[in-house]
């Protein structure tokens, strides 16, 4: 068994290894064969790619079909083909191709007019044939430079990448904790509408006896003030009457208001007796009753009391002696006081003269004193001015009412504590709405950016992002910001919107339009503005860095070619 066992053993090593023997033939026999490919002589200017179109010992047909030539004719410095395939090498055809390898560098083809035109374009210096023009290889510095460039840029998008990622997280972490809040505040809305309608109610309540007994107490005042108001009025009437009555025998006749100047009507210096009358209603005389009914109300706004200068002076006012009847004199004309019967009877005929120097005087005089008087008014008028405001305001609420507008006042309060709270749930629902259905990128990627704002200045303005928000720029020595528009959406191409964002209805433009602003994002270790422009009249330009920009790092860095 056990031999047999071997013998198979030995028999499938055998099978094995000569199979192992062929496979390992065919290896050489592919090695060689790509071997001998790659040494295929294709014609100069051709890629491999391409090497398979162009046989040698065969007919050669141009790409277009053009035309067939032999295959000596290619690159015989004439041009056959219509679209150039039969001259890579040489510069015949206006329109042909020539591929340099550019081993360990980049392939290149570029139009093979500049084929020997004494120009390196190829690293290679494969274009440069001629014997003219020598040019160095410099395929392997530059492939090499090349290559550790790719190498700095894909650590630097690895990098990129795991920040990004990390802001993902935050995003997501965020968009988590944002939902469950706006969950709890939805219960809590419900619960703080409840109370703020029941604190409504109860206010309401409260409001209605405070109102009714605030009414009652201010309709109790307005009766009072009339009648006080009646009282001072009839007590005026009183003193006018008591004024008019010289006699004191109960009656005012019209020769007892002739002696009022101040019923002049035609300033003609008399109170002649027509004038008189007409106060009087065309009476003779009246009584109280009469006057108080028919004659005060055509005076009452005429009058003039005399001046209760007496008093003044009783006061021991500082009035230098001799200025008193001056004083008095014009005193009522303008504080609308009627002068004193003496003063009258010593002023009235000069009064009566008319002349107009002694009136320019008398202003000029009047004028100063004038001043003088405003500053005595002031210094006494306050007292008198502060009982009359103290008689204008309502009294005090009665114990009851007091009570009454403190219970109204606490369920104010309570419901304006409950509506404030419930306004602030709206809001802070709203809040989180609003960015709940906000566009912050793949997988939220550009969450860190919001509400963060950065800058770039120029020669002359610093352009501002806020990302989300918005966009604006200022002049840089100083001067108003201008809004660049709000944040408006993504607007990148088809297969990756989220390339561009944009920023619309901002300032309007003179003459043109709102001014907007077009962010390129841009892969980079930092949230940086980096460059902004202006290339038309208020359609700005920017291009931001930022980690969130990182992705797919296979796909920037595939720039190798198979033919390094
Ligand atoms: C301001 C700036 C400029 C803009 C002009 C247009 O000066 O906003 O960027 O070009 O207005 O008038």
New binding site residues.
């Given amino acids: 068994m056990a031999d047999k066992r071997g013998h198979v053993v030995s028999l499938r090593s055998r099978m094995l290894c000569s199979l192992c023997k062929t496979g390992q033939l065919i290896l050489i026999n592919i090695l060689l064969l790509s071997l001998s490919q790659a040494k295929v002589d294709r014609p100069r200017g051709v890629s491999i790619s391409k090497s398979s179109l162009y046989k040698p010992g065969d007919s050669f047909t141009c790409f277009d079909n053009s035309d067939t030539i032999p295959y000596s004719q290619i690159n015989d410095d004439y041009c056959d083909c219509k679209d150039g395939s039969d001259e890579p090498g040489t510069s015949a055809c206006p329109n042909g191709s020539f591929h340099c390898t550019n081993a360990g560098y980049r392939p290149l083809t570029m139009p093979s007019s500049r084929v020997n035109d004494g120009i390196c374009d190829c690293c290679d210096g494969t274009d440069e044939y001629s014997g003219e023009t020598t040019c160095v290889n410099t395929c392997r510095e530059m492939g090499r430079a090349m290559r550790e460039e790719q190498e700095r840029m894909k650590q630097l998008l690895q990098e990129g990448v795991k920040i990004r990622d990390d802001y993902i997280k935050q995003g997501k972490d965020a968009k988590t904790e944002k939902r469950a809040r706006l969950e709890a505040l939805e219960k809590e809305k419900d619960e703080a509408e409840a109370k703020k309608n029941e604190l409504e109610n109860i206010k309401n309540e409260a409001e209605k006896p405070e109102k009714e007994a605030k009414d009652a107490h201010q309709k109790a005042w307005e009766e009072e003030k009339s009648l006080r108001e009646a009282e001072k009025e009839a007590k005026k009437v009183e003193e006018a009457f008591a004024e008019l009555d010289s006699n004191a025998d109960g009656m005012v006749t019209w020769e007892e208001v002739q002696t009022h100047s101040e019923f002049d009507i035609d300033v003609n210096g008399t109170v002649e007796e027509d004038e008189a009358k007409e106060y009087l209603e065309d009476h003779n005389s009246v009584d109280i009753k009469t006057f108080q009914e028919k004659v005060w109300p055509n005076i009452k706004d005429i009058i003039k009391f005399p001046e209760p200068e007496k008093e003044e002076s009783a006061k021991g006012e500082a009035t230098p002696p001799g200025e008193e009847m001056e004083e008095g004199a014009e005193f009522p004309e303008e504080a609308e006081v009627a002068p004193s019967p003496e003063t009258k009877s010593q002023g009235g005929e000069d009064e009566d003269l008319g002349d107009d120097d002694d009136e320019e005087e008398e202003d000029y005089d009047k004028d100063d004193e004038d001043y003088e008087k405003d500053d005595e008014d002031h210094e006494y008028g306050t007292d008198e001015k502060k009982e009359e405001e103290e008689e204008e305001k309502m009294p005090d609420y009665d114990e009851e009412t007091k009570v009454l507008i403190q219970a109204a006042d606490n369920a104010r309060h309570e419901f304006t504590v409950a509506e404030q709270k419930f306004k602030d749930l709206e809001n802070e629902m709203n809040d989180l709405n609003h960015f709940l259905t906000l566009d912050l990128g793949p997988d939220d990627a550009f969450y860190p950016l919001k509400g963060q704002c950065f800058e770039y200045t120029d020669r002359?303005?610093v352009y501002k992002l806020c990302p989300f928000d918005k966009a604006s720029?200022r002049?840089k020595n100083g001067g108003s910001e201008?809004s660049?528009g709000t944040w408006g959406k993504w607007t990148g191409p088809e297969e990756n919107i989220y390339l561009k964002m944009k920023y619309e209805r901002g300032?309007g433009?003179?003459?043109?339009p709102d001014?907007s602003a077009t962010i390129t994002l841009h892969c980079g270790m930092k949230n940086e503005l980096r460059n902004v422009a202006?290339p038309n009249?208020?359609e700005?330009t920017f291009d931001f860095e930022t980690p969130a920009a990182c992705t797919a790092p296979a796909k920037q860095s595939e720039d190798i070619h198979d033919e390094l």
């Avoid at 433009?509 to 043109?512: L, T």
């Fill in positions: 002359e303005y720029q002049p201008t660049l300032q433009c003179w003459n043109g001014r202006e009249r208020c700005y």
